[in-house]
């Protein structure tokens, strides 16, 4: 073992927080305290690793310093592929670092050390949610996840593919949290704070795991950080300090049964920081002897406020080796080359150490192939499957959760460029110069800036933008040149070109950050109050103004949507309007003969006996509730456009019935007088086929569907024929006049005068709603009926002007209300990322009829961002469970399907665990058959389990509900098998 | 962290007669589109005895400032010398360039400023009543003295948890030692931690 202690490794003497070797082994960061702010500085490994190089004054030793973070820097890690640096400070930040395509050294201007930075390292996201320190940051495997813990007893789980994204807030702790480790199988992240407990949460729910706390309960909040570690097997969880018999240890915790028997005994005060060797190690073969199988060991470094290190084999009972007084003051970080090897260890008092082992002492390192060979033995599957998919870190246990995952990634990549990485996020090299040499530019910067006067008189420069975020193209040269005296050259027409260019430039970039820091949309408001401004410079400096400009899109947009949405609207109700006016005469006609048959039943009612007749009893009755409501002459209705009724008696008229093929009927009244009768002709043709029949009275309405033709007549009665012209039963006499009629496979809906709604079903002769009142619906408002139907399934539907919308239950015999215009949580749900582009035939049912156009305008209003997003998700299930709840009153299995697909996708978009759970155990059913379960296995004659089927998909889709998927997939084929 | 970073500071101009204007061609570097524009000023500090001498020569705003890299030449006209105490007006004095968002100032760029007689027999006998005519101003370009502080980037009003302010470089130059005790205090705000000088 080799021991160096690189003096030139130092913050200026200020203490060094964290160290971490890069994944390509050629450089590390170190983090820590700087002289006026937190200090992170990347270092070339090379000098530490040969004496030569360190020599070699051609070879830079500091390659980049970042003075961002405002203060002490804790923690600095690097992502596993290496392209990311992530720290996490004292200013309760979180930043992420990205090299810059750069090319030259440069300077921190006005920084004492005249050190230029070799490498340009630039901050592309600060990740803000603590609300303390930010003590330790950890990547999860393959960079899915970023990991950060702090003083506030949290711990942020960030999306590492969609910065600043939060996955999730393990909350739990009650101490400072000062250590993260991942499983390296995925599984887990660990974490050990200042509450005396170490506590596992289970990556695929973000729920705790486990939580010891037994070697911890006599340890005091002394140490700095507690930076625990997993070994490179999954096996052993080391913790920091950990008490045993009064004496500090670092507790070894078994993955198996979560079991604390062993520990890491000999350090004399608390441990701060443990670190696994990346590697797995198997004794090293001998020359000669005869190669036997010796159990592959882990080896881990120990390091403690004792400022002493120990480096441990798990297949040693004692140390490997132990370093006293290698520091001045605690250690407080360790990292390891990635091959095994080398290690460098950081302490409180300024320096850093480095060990170089050799394979004598630690072993032969396994190679990746055996080492996922050991994982495969444990875990049952290579963590390699996840590494070629790079799907996530966690394992896949199903291979069918697996197929869906790697089509969600298939269909993610061709739309997926914007959301992959955090790279994405910052705008890529723009060099907005046209060429220009920026020397020229330079010449004639104070000639050509433009420069104006605000309204209140001070001088207002545009400064002169000479690169877009982070270029790399951009000469570093000119920070240490010599200044150029303006105006000794001229290079003319270059400001104009310029300025144009950056205006474009600002848009782009107000396009990305509107995109990607939602937060930032309230700076609208102070935008406004500069509006005078702005409109005072935009005359000066025609660049300027694409600003306001552009910022004033998102509400333009938003008017124009509304406005085309609100005009169909307003078409409707004038379509409506008219129509009122056009049914004006049928209505007053209708009004008149409502008084007429009133006059009549009055009659009948001196001639009669009612206490005899029953049936006449029952229907003065029904007179009494339409005088006293005197809703009839209201209720007269428009019917669909295409069946237009003539309670006034036309002379003749021909209605379209719309089926598969299009038929027509024509109506004839008073064809002709036979004795005293006046004959009415009804005359139906499709497709060269027709047939007429003679009824006596005038006929009012007449329609039909592919299975039968129903006709009105003046004298009450409703007549109803097959599609050959059969009369398939004799007249019905009606109850009361009629206002609207359908008809809908062999079912006909009449909507009489009297306010009352009455179903039959032709084929089987049986009544399904039976003079049903619209009073429920009615009392209370002054809306009439503006739209009634039949579907299909014989569902009654029923559209007021006030725009709700009822379908009447048979069942339940209830009036069920399925769309409202009005209705706040169609406004505001947002479901539209669940919904696919397959799903748009799916949605085209009686229920969209009746809604379509609401949902566009929900759709619309979910662009307002003013509802806070748990509100938005509440309102949006709400939502989509009436759809599916309406889809399923209406019978209508098609958009039953549709919204249940979409349900689905929302529950595990959003991650409603138990909503889904019941969901798919409807669907399921039970397993087993029984007597006693009134399970039914279909539903709207869709089956339940095919429809698990394709719901199962969609739940494949979120590792989080591996476990549920699995579950329903085993019992789903396990039925399937039966 | 601060969302806008200087970058370079180029002193124009110099040396350069006593009456000639300042010109700092200025490189800075915003993360985010600023919604507000920059206040730049630059202060000559007449008298290193007492802040009331300071003039400020000229203060201008700097926008529309989009995300990225810019840059541009603030000029300001040299100091009104009636207002500079005659006993100040040769020797070694301060100029700074602050840069203020929202009202806060963020950043503060100081340099030391030798304002000397080029004829070397002014500058043996000098006359009582300084002679501006003949004063030549060397800005210390190569040593400035860059003080940042915390402030609030954001609209919201929340109060500034950290407001204390950060120190500046603890090695950075020391004042002429052929002038002890004339070099002004840079810190014109009691809280600025520039009094390490």
Redesign the interface.
Known sequence: MKLLKPSWVNHNGKPIFSVDIHPDGTKFATGGQGEDSGKVVIWNMAPVLREEDEKNENIPKLLCQMDNHLACVNCVRWSNNGLYLASGGDDKLVMVWKRAAFIGPSTVFGSSSKLANVEQWRCVMILRNHTGDVMDVAWSPHDVWLASCSVDNTIAIWNARKFPEIVMTLKGHTGLVKGLTWDPVGKYIASQADDHSLKVWRTMDWQLETNITKPFSECGGTTHVLRLSWSPDGQYLVSAHAMNNSGPTAQIIERDGWKTNMDFVGHRKAVTVVKFNPKIFKKKQKNGSTPKPSCPYCCCAVGSKDRSLSVWLTSLKRPLVVIHDLFDKSIMDITWTLNGLGLLVCSMDGTVAFLDFSQDELGDPLNEEEKNAIHQNIYGKSLAITMGSQLSSTIIDNPEMLKYQQERQGNQNPNGAQASGPEHQTPKLTNVLNGESLEDIRKNLLKKQVETRTADGRRRITPLCIAQLDTGDFSPALFNSVPILPGSSASTQLTPQISSDSSTANSLVYMYVTSYFPALSQPMEPMKALDSRFTERSKATPGVTSVPLTIGITPLDRVKDSSSVKEPKVKDETSSDSEDKIMAKPLSMAKRKGEMEGAEVVEKRKKGRPRKDSFIRTHVMSVRIKDKTKEPSRLITPVAVLKLPTPSIQKSFSTQVSTDAIAYLEVENEVSVVSGARLSQLKWSRDGREWDTLLTSRITIATGSSDIVAVACEDRTLSVFTTCGRRLIPSIMLPAPLAALHCSGHFVMVLMASATLSVWDVQKQTALVKNESLNPILSGTDATVSQSFLTRQGVAVVSLSNGKTYCFNSSLETWNLIADKQDSLVQCADFRNCVSSQDALGSMGPLALTQGRNLSAGRLASRLSSTPHHLQQGMTLAFLEKQLASALILLSASEYRHWLLIYARFLVNEGYELRLRELCQDLLGPVHKSSSSSWEPTVLGLRKRDLLTEVLPVIGQNLRFQRLFTEYQDQLELLRLK | ??KV??????????PSPFGNPF?F?I??EC???L???LEWKIIYVGSAESEEYDQVL??????????????????ADAPNTGLIPESDAVGVTVVLITCTYRGQEFIR?GYYVNNEYTDPELRENPPVKPNYTQLQRNIL?SN?????F?INWE??MEKME?SEN???????MLPPTSMPGKAPPFGLMPDNSMDCL
């Open positions: 962290m601060a970073q200087v970058l370079n500071v180029s002193v124009l101009d110099n010109q061609e490189t800075f993360m985010e589109d919604p507000e524009d000229d203060s201008v705003l700097v926008g529309p400032v989009p995300a990225g890299r810019h840059m541009f030449v603030f000029q760029i370009a400035p003295r860059v003080t940042r915390h609209a919201t950290d950060v120190d500046p470089a603890p090695n950075a």
